[in-house]
């Protein structure tokens, strides 16, 4: 039975469920367990706090376990990065009151700056010779400067609208984070094997997102001009009609250029275009 840590709410944890659920992985809905066990597929989901979860892989508490690349990083545990998931994407920035004339990173030398990723910001500060009084705290860090407990802030941005309500702005992005998946080093054959069946199943659902099945009926005379267009994964799929002039053409279209390749295709003539979202997608 393969263990995986969670974050017990919030986005994160929303974002990882759905993509169990979407990967055909049935975990039952209710967090005051601490642990569920999935009724279709060897798994065990333990609930637990975001900070928590590294130290909980690393220590084999949980095999595996789905956090912030930010968190991972920060607590700096003896785990592995298995996976990026791609979602729950973030930035740990460095921010300060918004009508300071901000010149470059020099600005922080002797400075106070609040944040709740002391690791990072110290590694990040070296890196850069920049030496500055680091005041961690946990919680509420935007209103830091506001009240004079400090002169800039280190914190995670997604938006950037909470730096707005606090008239601050950011500066400097020193990390891009991410959901990762996380795992234990020494996991035997058998999780390694429940594993490689999630990951593969995970992939299917991540290389479905943002993509449309999409029919059309096109005149032969137009199909080498009409396939030149197609951005298909290898090449789209032609049928043949009863009329002896059309084929019938499948494919699939990433959603970002999908109205600008519609358009090219409804030039050159193609009809009855029906479009499909995709749930999984095996490579």
Request: overall charge negative; charged content about 25%; proline content about 4%.
């Amino acid at each position: 039975m393969l263990r995986i840590a969670v974050q017990s709410k919030g986005r994160l944890c929303d974002d990882t469920m759905n993509l169990l659920s979407e990967s055909d992985i049935k975990v039952g809905a209710s967090k005051r367990t601490l642990l569920v066990q999935s009724t279709n597929f060897p798994l065990e989901v333990l609930y637990l706090r975001d900070d928590d979860i590294p130290q909980s892989v690393a220590n084999g508490v949980a095999d595996i376990g789905i956090v912030g690349e930010n968190e991972f990083v920060e607590r700096h545990e003896n785990a592995q990065i298995i996976s990026r998931l791609g979602f729950s994407k973030c930035r740990l920035s460095l921010a300060m009151p918004k009508d300071i004339n901000y010149q470059g990173l020099e600005w922080f030398n002797n400075r106070k700056i609040a944040t709740s990723y002391p690791h990072i910001l110290k590694t990040f500060l070296q890196e850069h010779d920049i030496h500055a009084d680091i005041h961690v705290i946990t919680g509420s860090v935007e209103i830091s400067p506001g009240i004079g407990l400090s002169d800039a802030i280190f914190d995670i941005v997604s938006s950037g609208s909470t730096l707005i309500s606090n008239n601050l702005k950011e500066v400097e992005v020193v990390m891009k984070s991410e959901a990762v998946l996380i795992g234990n080093f020494n996991m035997d054959d058998e999780k390694h094997q429940t594993l490689n069946e999630m990951l593969f199943r995970f992939e299917a659902v991540r290389s479905a997102q943002d993509k449309k099945y999409v029919m059309m009926n096109a005149p032969k005379s137009k199909l080498k001009e009409i396939t030149d267009v197609l951005p298909g994964i290898k090449s789209p799929t032609i049928i043949p009609l009863a009329d002896e002039d059309w084929c019938s053409i499948h494919t699939v279209l990433d959603e970002k250029r999908f109205w600008e390749i519609i358009g090219k295709l409804k030039e050159l003539g193609a009809q009855g275009i029906l479009v499909t979202p995709i749930e999984k997608m095996i490579l």
